[in-house]
């Protein structure tokens, strides 16, 4: 059974925030969210986190191949009256889904470009020797052909594929001033920091 629901923000709610930074997943690195709207109790009747709250997150990994969604961890909120709270709790999007969405860089160009160029100059090598070939018919025309060319256009091809190997993966970013939602992983009891009293 919950503990008394006026002190009580209860796992699976969600805490709206704004985040005052723009994020950039190419490094891990700490967040900030301010709270725009007071945040009630499980029974809606006393404000527990009040708007002005700043929470402190940690984006602890980049993204994989495939991915576009970042991992974001709350970890406390500090409330404008001085109450800090730990959170340990995961970032969601504005519909509650889990991690944080944005703009994705698949870095196709940086990873692709090069090789999709060499191919194409391959291409283009293989074709000039094919048409000399067929162009010299059975005459006593000289048969063109580039086999060190090829053969090196392949060499460097190989070069290139290892060092895109080393190209970051996917970039996601976010631009400041987005909303997040805090969804809270466990119960948060602040009977230990607020009473209530009756009004006269």
Known sequence: MLTDRNYLIAQAAHVECTMPE?????LPGMVSCLQAQDAYSDNGAVVLLEKGTVYTG???RALVNGQSRAFLLWTRAKTPNGVVINLASPAADELGRSGISGQVDTHFWERFGSAIMLSLID???SALAASQTKGSGSGNNTVLAFPNTIQGTQSVMGDVLKLTADIPPPTLRKHQGATVNIYVARDLDFRGVYGLKEKL
């Open 123 to 125: 291409d283009v090598g």
């Open 58 to 60: 940690e984006m602890q």
């Open 22 to 26: 723009a994020i950039d997943t190419t």
